[in-house]
């Protein structure tokens, strides 16, 4: 059994961010997600012990994010990359988003809420240094604990919850668009710079690489997909690799937005009533973030992340929950010529956008899908786990054939 990795020096990172007089003691560590629910981080679940000023006692619950233990894990996800990505969304992000609702007169009701709280990060404890290291950590709230919980990736969101986080994230890509028309310098200093986009496979092997386009060639056969159409699906796939290569962005269009990325059901946390209605959304995981339309983190979420048997027919009545609550929180924003916004230029963008992000969304099949007791122990995975054929099982290739057949009949294939 793999043990967790020591936090040292958490006391000098935590104290300055915790209430006056208060002293850390010590902490104890375990892991917080199972093997095969996150591979770009290492993530612990923390229980710190505290003293304040009256010799009073005090347990602080929160969840350290550190890169992963693996070696390869650690090249695949570009990590001295992808830690500053999300670092800043934290630091300087948010901040913005924030500041700009409350400056064009949003209710504190509505300020935008699906981030939790950071306390503090840090890339080494070496200020100098520009790696993460292995004493590199964020000190995040356990919103497990605040009574959010994470759903089963192999089943997904129903209809209700999928409307729920549509709603979350029209808002989210909403104000990224309106700081670049309202405040462009502000939107160039404070979040451009950590939008640049990045190639996610270049960390790994050529060899991996042409495994898994074999593997995903093979799965398209087994799912049922007609050879011809798996061969057009293919030519598309090849080209996404070679735009993402080139770091080719999408054009600047009024669709274009920052990015969560990597909008699956882990990355996602839901809280609900007794009634189990959901009432609050947190994003997690924020390390791929990136400037290109917004249409690709909504196709990504529905074709990895509804359950609806009926999505073949229903993707549509998503494509106009989302436009509605996209419209209305621009509309709030006082955002220049709203008349740009029409259903039909957003289904436009649908189209032109979507054979962009097959490649993203097949891909992450194989890991949304892979079944729980073929992950192996955290020391133990690799990027070759994502190619095993014991992996998946009917759900994955169900599913496969269903995003094809969607992608076909929109005829973005």
Known sequence: MAQPPVIRNLKELLEPVLEPGITVLGYQASFLTAPGDNYGSTMLALTV??????NETKQLPLVAKMRPASEEFLEIFQIDVTFVKEAAVYSQIVPTMVELQREVGFPEAEIIDVFC???????????SCRKVDADGVMLLENLKLAGYITEDRRRGFSRE?????LMKLSLFHAIPIALRYLKPDVFKTNLQKFLIKFDIDAGLSAQTVERMINVMRTDLIKAGVEEQLAVRVMALVDDCRHRQAKLISDEMTEYCSMLHNDLWVNNMMIKYDDSKKPIGLKFVDFQLIQSDSLVRDVLFFLLTSVSDPELETTIDEYFEIYFKYLLSNLTKLNIPNLTRYTYESFKAEIDRIAPREIYHILVMLRVVLAKKESIPEHSELDAELFC??????????????????????????
């Open 388 to 413: 095993r054929e014991n992996l998946v099982e009917k759900d994955f290739y169900d599913k496969l054939l269903l995003v094809v057949k969607i992608f076909n009949q929109k005829k973005w294939v």
């Open 49 to 54: 012990d505290t003293i304040n000023a009256a």
């Open 117 to 127: 709280r950071c306390y503090n990060t840090r890339a080494s404890l070496d200020p």
């Open 161 to 165: 919850q999928a409307e729920f986080v």
